[in-house]
């Protein structure tokens, strides 16, 4: 028994097949594998980061990590967390799971960046600034106290209150994380993940206020020039 999978037009006629509904991912078969990889332009940044090739085993990680820097946001930085044991260095990440809130969070919020090895972090120690979130599942779950405390100088930043202190209760910290962590890096500083999104303010103009002397680039995109001055 054959079955006619082709949609009907508006006169009952089988037409063209049916469109299939966009989920923001492309999927490219090759041999043995498959890549999936997110296109919304606002994600770009952490979704290229977040993809990988599945069946090509533990080796291309050894190969994509050791010899290069990566930065890897919000679904970069969930799944990559999930990865750690392949990661080297990474052993005091935390998982990330559902927010306290019970609720997806998007809007900006203040993050304070701290003194760690992170290479696309160099040079930011100490600054206070608006960042975007946008997630569901952003809490860092550790195993318990000692997995939180080895992670303590390879937290790269945290949510912080408009006066500066930790920020441990909602609103100001979105998910819930202990001690207001919202992004750590591996011991040597060339893997950090982050559940915030730092490409979507780097533009001064994307920010309600900003001191007259900015230019065309607000503070986040040192990030990226760090990243750029890295690869040489």
């Not at 303590?152 to 207001?180: D, F, T, W």
Request: glycine share 12%.
């Amino acid at each position: 028994m054959a079955v006619n999978l082709r949609r009907r037009d508006e006169g009952g006629k089988a037409g063209a097949p049916r469109a299939q509904p966009y989920t923001g991912y492309r999927c490219e078969r090759r041999p043995a594998s498959v890549r999936l990889e997110r296109r919304t332009a606002s994600n770009y940044f952490a979704g290229r980061n977040g993809s990988a090739r599945i069946g090509d085993g533990p080796q291309i990680w050894t190969s994509m990590f050791v010899a290069n820097a990566r930065n890897s946001v919000c679904n970069g930085c969930q799944m990559l967390s999930n990865l750690r044991e392949l990661i080297p260095g990474a052993g005091h990440w935390p998982h990330f799971v559902r927010n306290r809130s019970e609720q997806f969070e998007a809007r900006t919020l203040l993050v304070e960046v701290l003194e760690t090895p992170s290479i696309l972090l160099a040079g930011m120690a100490g600054s206070r600034m608006p960042i975007a979130v946008a997630h569901g599942e952003g809490r860092a779950e550790f195993r318990d106290g000692d997995h939180l405390r080895s992670a303590g100088s390879r937290v790269v930043l945290r949510y912080v209150e408009n006066a500066g202190g930790i920020a441990e209760r909602y609103p100001a910290n979105p998910n819930g994380s202990p001690l207001g962590i919202a992004g750590l890096t591996s011991r040597d500083g060339r893997v950090t993940i982050m559940m915030p999104h730092p490409e979507r303010v780097f533009r001064a103009v994307q920010h309600s206020w900003r001191p007259d002397g900015w230019g065309d680039d607000g503070p986040w995109m040192r990030l990226f020039r760090n990243a750029r001055a890295w690869v040489g």
